[in-house]
């Protein structure tokens, strides 16, 4: 079954401290995997997209790293600022699958003061 | 990036009405278009898959009587709820594929919250 878990569920850190989404997957055959972020009520947005042969991607203050053969990702947050509080969602595609995003439940941030 | 705009941003309706959706890609054509709904704390679901010029691919489960969507232009794509019951309640968002995207990238739009009293 083409599967995306996250963890974890949820997370509260302090302004200005680092922290690190986790994504596992089993779907398969994988073609790409993307991190977006939602804010509350807002649709997502994309962060970073990585296919088979990269294995880290930077955009700002977010580096998203990838490991095809474990079928692990990561998303790093780096001196996170109160506007980093939105939802992180992991979304896996499979080749050959036409358009079809397999989307993780998500990490719930919330970065206080 | 690509823009994608809904609207209304929110509706409130009552039982039994019909309420209609609007998906537009700003500054790109997009002749494949997907609309989603998301429940509260869950993750985006797919509801169907909109063609210009064709009828809609359904996702099992979801009625297409009851969600019709019109994608008449390159750059609008419409969802009616109709004859919306409380039950439908929820935060529907649709996403523009963009043409030429090596990924065959998505954007999503900001979202409509319905609300059916």
């Known amino acids: 079954k083409n599967q995306v878990e996250q963890s974890p569920q949820s997370l509260i850190i302090l302004e200005g401290k680092n922290c690190t989404l986790q994504?596992?997957?089993?779907?398969?055959?994988?073609?790409?995997l993307r991190w977006y972020k939602q804010d509350t009520g807002r649709g997502p947005v994309s962060l970073t997209i990585?296919?088979?042969?990269?294995n880290t991607k930077s955009n700002g203050r977010y580096t998203a790293t990838l490991d095809a053969d474990t079928k692990q990702s990561s998303l790093h947050i780096t001196a996170s600022q109160l506007s980093d509080s939105a939802s992180y969602i992991c979304?896996?595609?499979?080749?050959?699958?036409?358009?079809?995003?397999?989307f993780g439940k998500g990490t719930s941030l919330l970065v206080t003061p | 990036g690509a823009v994608v705009s809904q609207h209304p941003s929110w509706v409130i309706c009552k039982s039994g009405t019909s309420v209609k959706i609007e998906c537009r890609s700003l500054?790109?054509?997009?002749?494949?278009m997907f609309w989603y709904r998301q429940f509260p704390k869950q993750s985006l679901m797919l509801m169907a898959t909109?063609?210009?010029?064709?009828?809609?691919?359904?996702e099992q489960g979801v009625e297409k009587d009851k969600f019709l969507i019109n994608h008449a232009s390159l750059t609008l794509s419409t969802l009616t709820v109709t004859s919306a019951h409380p039950e439908d309640s929820s935060f529907y968002i649709c996403?523009?594929?963009?043409?030429?995207?090596?990924?065959?990238?998505?954007?999503f739009g900001p979202g409509t919250r319905l609300t059916v009293l």
């Open positions: 994504c596992n997957y089993t779907v398969s055959p994988f073609s790409n």
């Open positions: 500054d790109f054509q997009a002749t494949t």
């Open positions: 996403s523009a594929l963009a043409g030429g995207s090596s990924y065959n990238e998505q954007f």
């Open positions: 990585m296919t088979f042969s990269e």
């Open positions: 979304v896996v595609t499979r080749t050959n699958s036409g358009y079809a995003l397999n």
């Open positions: 909109s063609n210009e010029g064709s009828k809609a691919t359904y």
